[in-house]
């Protein structure tokens, strides 16, 4: 036999008193059994790795931003590796499941309108319906209104565009006394002021379809159509002149005659009598 196998053989016989011996050991653990204490050690080992596997996730959880809703990120406001402080903004995220809108009212709006309430909002030209999401509880210092959320129904973020600039419609009914004229029967004054035309019966003729022009300052409440509602002098019953105001001038006598029969620069084309509402 040459050297090289005996070496070959050799080594195998090494291999085999070591596995030999390993055998042994083993067999004579498994007749004695474990001892106490080595279990105990292991479950020692053992806890001490459950609780480094508790501290790792507590650490992976304060370490982890978590979007309070699906949608994507709009402005990264921190480089990564920038040291931040608690409560400052990292990212701002825009969502795209439900589109939602921001408007400051008044406070005395705010008090007649109700959670889930149905509105009407204008986005560029274009009308939604709309019902109130959330409202906020408190007056912004800036612009002296509360915050109300609007959640556009049947609108994803898809089909408008975030910071767009949105009108809502309030239809409010204010109890106060005016009259309702003609818009064309409102003349300009100063100061943005108003006032309309009557008629007042003459003492200087026995004609009684002779009247003289008179001014009458109002304060224009609101307007509708061709229509405006105002307040002022004007009383119920009285004469006005619903258009062509812009011939006559206060003190001016004029002719009345009826639709159809006025003629000349100097009468008035027409009257209405409007009354007094509530």
């Known amino acids: 036999i040459s050297r090289e196998d005996r070496d070959i053989i050799t ?31 292991q479950q020692a080992v053992l806890q001490e790795i459950s609780a480094s596997i ?36 990292v990212l701002r995220l825009i969502e795209q499941s439900q589109a939602e809108v921001e408007i400051g009212l008044p406070a005395d709006v705010v008090a007649d309108l109700r959670l889930g309430q149905s509105q009407s909002i204008s986005i560029a ?57 003609p818009f064309t029967a409102l003349v300009q004054g100063q100061q943005g002021l108003w006032a309309v035309y009557t008629l007042k019966k003459t003492d200087k003729s026995d004609n009684p379809n002779f009247f003289q022009v008179q001014r009458q300052e109002v304060e224009l409440l609101h307007t509708e159509g061709e229509d405006a509602f105002v307040r002022g002098l004007v009383e119920a019953g009285d004469r006005i002149i619903k258009d062509g105001t812009q011939r006559l001038v206060p003190g001016q006598t004029v002719q009345f005659k009826k639709a159809g029969e006025a003629e000349g620069a100097g009468e008035a084309e027409g009257e209405k009598k409007y009354q007094n509402m509530k």
């Open 11 to 41: 080594f195998g016989a090494d291999a085999l008193e070591e596995q030999l011996s390993v055998a042994k050991s083993q067999l004579e653990e498994l007749q004695t059994g474990t001892r106490p204490e080595q279990i105990a050690a």
């Open 125 to 181: 030209g274009n009308y939604y319906n709309a019902n109130v999401k959330a409202i906020s509880p408190e007056v912004d210092p800036n612009t002296r209104t509360q915050t109300l959320v609007f959640r556009l129904n049947g609108v994803s973020n898809n089909t408008i565009v975030p910071e767009q600039l949105a009108e809502v419609e309030i239809t409010r009914t204010i109890p106060t006394s005016g009259f309702l004229v």
């Open 54 to 89: 508790v501290d790792l996730d507590i650490a992976i959880k304060k370490n982890t931003i978590f979007a309070p809703f699906s949608g994507v990120i709009a402005d990264r406001r921190l480089d990564e590796g920038t040291i931040v402080e608690a409560g400052q903004a």
